[in-house]
């Protein structure tokens, strides 16, 4: 399977959006985030990627269709989110490229494409003189009615990527799941590591 992994900046990155907001919606309906999204809402929180100088969006392309991509943008400027998880760290927001999602339809897993957007993220991140790079994960309790009996978590992958859970980094974000009626908040752990 040829799948070509390119990073955009400027007004390529503006254009792949709307298709990113598309894949946000399809790929985290699914387990671990449960998201029930829609359009509006992903245009508006994709826009601090359409104002940010030093944002990408890494894209996985099946020829010329977007099948899969992942963000970045320096993590001051998400500090309204994250300030109160990054508290007591110690560590300097200024110096964290924020890795923010990473979304692949599920028949191109298992190709490479994962390892690519981070290495993408991270040339990206080094290129503009950060130190470290950072995500967050959400955590679900594992006796969730909804977790499928074949999920595998992806910490293996992360750490394989030179990635450990940031000690007491835990962001609190809300969105409906896809089986409740109401918005909820759910825990999301931060993982870090030096570039």
Same mark, same amino acid.
């Given at each position: 399977?040829?799948?070509? +992994?390119? &990073?955009? *900046? /400027? @007004?390529? #990155?503006?254009?792949?959006? =709307? %298709?990113? $907001?598309?894949?946000?919606?399809?790929?985290?309906?699914?387990?671990?985030?449960?998201?029930?999204?829609?359009?509006?809402?992903?245009?508006?929180?994709?826009?601090?990627?359409?104002?940010?100088?030093?944002?990408?969006?890494?894209?996985?392309?099946?020829?010329?269709?977007? +099948?899969? &991509?992942? *963000? /970045? @943008?320096? #993590?001051?400027?998400?500090? =309204? %989110?994250? $300030?109160?998880?990054?508290?007591?760290?110690?560590?300097?927001?200024?110096?964290?490229?924020?890795?923010?999602?990473?979304?692949?339809?599920?028949?191109?897993?298992?190709?490479?494409?994962?390892?690519?957007?981070?290495?993408?993220?991270?040339?990206?991140?080094?290129?503009?003189?950060? &130190?470290? *790079?950072?995500?967050?994960?959400?955590?679900?309790?594992? %006796?969730?009615?909804?977790?499928?009996?074949?999920?595998?978590?992806?910490?293996?992958?992360?750490?394989?990527?030179?990635?450990?859970?940031?000690?007491?980094?835990?962001?609190?974000?809300?969105?409906?799941?896809?089986?409740?009626?109401?918005?909820?908040?759910?825990?999301?752990?931060?993982?870090?590591?030096?570039?």
């Amino acid at each position: 399977m040829a799948i070509r +992994v390119e &990073a955009m *900046t /400027g @007004a390529a #990155l503006e254009a792949a959006l =709307d %298709d990113v $907001a598309r894949l946000r919606i399809a790929v985290f309906r699914a387990w671990p985030y449960l998201y029930d999204g829609d359009l509006g809402y992903e245009r508006e929180y994709l826009q601090s990627y359409r104002d940010s100088e030093r944002a990408v969006v890494v894209g996985a392309f099946d020829g010329d269709r977007l +099948v899969g &991509a992942s *963000t /970045g @943008a320096p #993590l001051a400027e998400h500090a =309204d %989110d994250f $300030a109160a998880a990054f508290k007591d760290t110690g560590v300097d927001l200024g110096e964290v490229f924020y890795c923010a999602e990473s979304v692949l339809l599920p028949e191109y897993r298992g190709h490479g494409v994962g390892h690519g957007f981070f290495d993408a993220r991270e040339a990206h991140a080094r290129k503009h003189g950060f &130190a470290k *790079t950072a995500f967050c994960g959400v955590q679900r309790p594992a %006796d969730h009615p909804l977790r499928p009996d074949s999920y595998a978590p992806l910490d293996p992958f992360w750490r394989k990527r030179g990635y450990e859970p940031l000690e007491g980094a835990i962001a609190q974000f809300s969105w409906k799941d896809v089986d409740q009626a109401e918005e909820t908040q759910k825990p999301l752990q931060f993982w870090i590591r030096d570039l």
